[in-house]
């Protein structure tokens, strides 16, 4: 999360190109797009410019959505608590994150599947800052420390992210770099929090650290809990629903291409289909829509019964009569 009092946006939009263009890079290479990850960075990017038109009519304005414990409680304003997750107050600021949403996302949703994806999210999102919350209201409490947390003002996906660094590297053995230092990948989160209040100014330590904290607690929450999750379960049902519409026109779609492609005949005799019979005098396999055989002229009818021996002629033909009459069908 970033901390301040006004708003840094960007006019030029270089950083946002170029953000545009790694997405679509990173997506075009993957065999499976991650649909809710494409959502998260569409959202927080389409929030940040606030176009086309009617978003930026419904949506509020940075001002009244900072992030700020004093307000929050004297208030009770959860619209603060919730939708400054999604508010970003420079081009630097969004592109950073979504630059790392873009990387954690599409290892975890393609892992976990997307609607356990949406949960977590959703998950992170509410622990994340009501943890920062209790933790300002705690300083407060205890140690009378009002000014540095209590009032402070931030917004940014940052604290999510911070979450989702956790959940990724839980069960990793292996080491990673924080900003040009190695640390083990279980530990990475701990060390860019340390690194990036040491090096970088106006970040919010405390939404970080609640974003740390909430990552464990979900950790923790889902490795006690063995049945199903009620949020993914919510989501499940809550997508079916919303693709109900969208499935039936797929299958509507599917049963007239079955109609089309061969189940009954297009343009020709009701009940006749394109199978192919074969001739029991001579075995040529002949089209189902031919009543006389290709090759040698015998009838279809009567149990394979030559044209000939119909007017009586019974005699078989000839091996030396069929090939006759194959040449002469074939020299014509």
């Known amino acids: 999360m970033d901390r301040g009092g006004r708003i840094r946006r960007g006019r030029g939009g270089g950083m946002l190109a170029f953000l545009a263009l790694h997405a679509v890079s990173e997506y075009c290479r993957l065999e499976r797009k991650p649909p809710v990850t494409a959502g998260l960075l569409a959202a927080n990017t389409l929030i940040y410019l606030r176009r086309p038109g009617f978003v930026d009519a419904m949506l509020p304005t940075l001002d009244q959505v900072w992030f700020n414990p004093d307000l929050i409680l004297k208030h009770k304003d959860l619209k ?25 996302g599409i290892q975890l949703e393609n892992s976990m599947g997307s609607v356990e994806f949406a949960s977590m999210v959703t998950a992170l999102v509410v622990m994340s800052q009501g943890i920062t919350l209790l933790l300002a209201k705690s300083l407060l409490v205890f140690f009378d ?6 009032n402070e003002y931030a917004v940014g996906f940052s604290g999510v992210l911070f979450g989702m660094k956790v959940i990724l590297n839980s069960q990793s053995d292996n080491y990673a ?100 019979w074969r001739c029991r005098a001579c075995t040529y396999d002949n089209s189902d829509w031919l009543n006389t055989c290709e090759m040698c002229g015998s009838s279809r009818d009567g149990d394979g019964l030559s044209s000939l021996e119909l007017l009586g002629q019974t005699d078989e033909l000839s091996l030396e009569e069929l090939r006759r009459r194959r040449v002469q069908r074939f020299d014509r």
Do not use: D
Not at 179 to 207: D, N, T, Y
């Open 177 to 276: 770099y924080v900003h040009g230092l190695l640390v083990p990948a279980r530990f990475a989160a701990w060390a860019e929090l340390i690194l990036i209040q040491m090096f970088v100014p106006g970040v919010s330590f405390l939404g970080h650290l609640g974003g740390i904290l909430a990552g464990l607690l979900y950790l923790r929450f889902k490795a006690s809990y063995s049945g199903p999750n009620p949020l993914t379960m919510l989501l499940k049902g809550l997508t079916s629903v919303v693709s109900w519409p969208l499935r039936f026109v797929q299958q509507l779609f599917r049963f007239q291409r079955r109609r089309i492609s061969g189940r009954g005949a297009v343009g020709g005799a009701p009940g006749r289909t394109a199978y192919v």
């Open 80 to 104: 603060r608590l919730v939708l400054s997750a999604f508010y970003h107050i420079g081009e630097p600021h969004l592109v950073y994150n979504m630059l790392s949403l873009l990387w954690k």
């Open 145 to 150: 420390y009002e000014r540095p947390y209590y």
